[in-house]
């Protein structure tokens, strides 16, 4: 099973330009801010929306080719797609709204197939209710059921979560993990909040402005992001610029300190990054990368606390780039009462280098 899109979308005031693969597996997480054109490529494979130009091959069946002039309709297409606000008819049963895709089948066929959906996804006495009748829960359920009855090649999920409340959220997250496990295509999973994709995916597109910035595995992405854009998106507020001093020792401009470093920096990297949540303190100034330095202010949420530091230069001063840390209320409550003074270490392990 494989998707292949290389596609291009002219729109007044915004470009769409991308090329990735995905195989079967663990879903393809696509990240990126509001806007970037995240639900966009899933309309343009879903045959919901016509690129300008370009080329969307599932399996080796070619969807859309604007060379060739393909344009597979989209029910003919084999894509599920989950939407956002889940868009159930709501004058129609669950049960008519599972079988509203069947066409083809006999009448026997498509409730024995609605049968075999509504029990998949727990929904059994739900049947011969309509959408306002459930629960946000429950009405997920449906729009899965919808969406796997049809046995689709590849399946969009588009913000599943975001009706949800949170309590529910984590439910409905668990039991879609599970029900993605058992299937057999593709998915793509789209979001724009990067908690939920690490969690469901293993691969992940960071998308800006319609452009690929980065696509791989999450642990390498998320732990060394290639750019700028790539950080943010994928939580990191700590950036610096960098000039080279010496050998294996740079400045972080922003920062307002010197870094060692032992493994190579290619001449192209002009800044460097730390997560909020990589950042350590020590008892003392010694060792590489170390820095005293103050607290300039808190922000305090429901299980962490962002403590804002700030380092003490090398020239005495304080540098007016504050760094985030990001620590468990509790070890910040302990470690609040013991200190007197901030030692910060920046690992050298912990950084990573940006374009
Ligand atoms: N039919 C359209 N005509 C013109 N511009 C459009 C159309 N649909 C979307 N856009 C624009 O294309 C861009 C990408 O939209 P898209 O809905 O794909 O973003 P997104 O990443 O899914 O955002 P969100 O996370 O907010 O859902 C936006 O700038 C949007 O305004």
Redesign the pocket.
């Known amino acids: 099973m494989k998707l292949s899109v290389n596609i291009h979308k002219e729109?007044?005031?915004?470009t769409?330009k991308t090329s990735f693969e995905t195989m079967e597996g663990s879903p393809l997480g696509l990240l990126?801010?509001?806007?970037?054109?995240?639900?966009?490529?899933l309309r343009c494979i879903a045959g919901l929306?016509t690129p300008t130009n370009g080329r969307i091959v599932l399996n080796e069946r070619v969807l859309f080719d604007s060379e060739e002039k393909i344009d597979i309709p989209s029910r003919k297409r084999k894509v599920g797609f989950l939407f956002?606000n889940y868009a159930l008819f709501p004058h129609m049963t669950i049960a008519e709204n599972i079988a509203f895709a069947l066409g083809d089948l006999t009448k026997k066929q498509r409730s024995e197939k609605v049968k075999e959906y509504i029990t998949m996804m727990k929904l059994q006495g739900l049947e011969e209710r309509y959408p306002s009748q459930l629960s946000g829960g429950q009405q997920q359920r449906v729009a899965i059921a919808r969406a796997l009855a049809i046995e689709p090649e590849v399946l969009l999920l588009d913000?599943p979560f975001s009706a949800l409340d949170n309590h529910l959220k984590g439910q409905i997250e668990k039991q879609l993990i599970e029900t993605l496990a058992s299937y057999k295509g593709t998915s793509i999973f789209?979001s724009?909040n990067m908690e939920e994709v690490y969690r469901i995916c293993d691969n992940v597109i960071i998308?800006s402005e319609?452009k690929v910035e980065a696509y791989g595995k999450k642990g390498e992405i998320f732990e060394n992001p290639p750019t700028i854009k790539v950080a943010q998106l994928t939580g990191c507020s700590n950036f610096s610029r960098i000039q080279p001093v010496a050998t294996g020792v740079f400045e972080a401009v922003d920062w307002g300190c010197r870094l060692k470093v032992e493994k190579p920096v290619p001449e192209s990297v002009t800044y460097v990054g730390i997560k909020p949540s990589n950042i350590d303190l020590r008892r003392n100034v010694q060792g590489d990368n170390v820095f005293e330095g103050s607290v300039v202010g808190l922000n305090e949420g429901l299980q962490t606390v962002t403590v804002y530091l700030s380092l003490k230069k090398f020239d005495g001063k304080s540098s007016s780039h504050y760094l985030q840390w990001e620590v468990s209320k509790e070890k910040w409550a302990r470690v609040e009462k013991q200190t007197t003074s901030w030692f910060i270490c920046l690992d050298e392990g912990k950084l990573f280098f940006m374009e």
């Open positions: 729109l007044t005031g915004f769409l990126g801010a509001s806007g970037s054109g995240k639900s966009m490529i929306e956002q913000e789209v724009h998308l319609g």
